[in-house]
């Protein structure tokens, strides 16, 4: 997928090893876990690495690795720069 400046999308949706800022977080009973990780909005985060089947996902976000499933991954929204 190209990604333009500026737009919106799912963190899930990011090319690997690009650049982007989280913007906001569908609703869900996993939202504070998110932010209690580090993923709050404003904050930078690169996407790493893909697993080979797609699942899960390895971000770099306030300084350290994270992994995450694809499926939480769905609900970041985030700002390509």
Request: glycine share 6%.
């Amino acid at each position: 997928m190209d990604v333009k400046k500026d737009q919106v999308i799912r963190l899930s949706e990011l090319p690997a090893g690009t650049r982007a800022v989280i913007k906001s977080h569908d609703e869900s009973d996993f939202q504070l876990t998110l932010m209690e990780m580090g993923c709050v909005p404003g904050e930078p985060v690169w996407l790493e690495m893909v697993a080979p089947m797609g699942d899960p996902l390895a971000i770099n976000i306030a300084g350290y690795y994270l992994s995450i499933r694809k499926t939480e991954a769905d609900k970041i929204w985030v700002t390509c720069n």
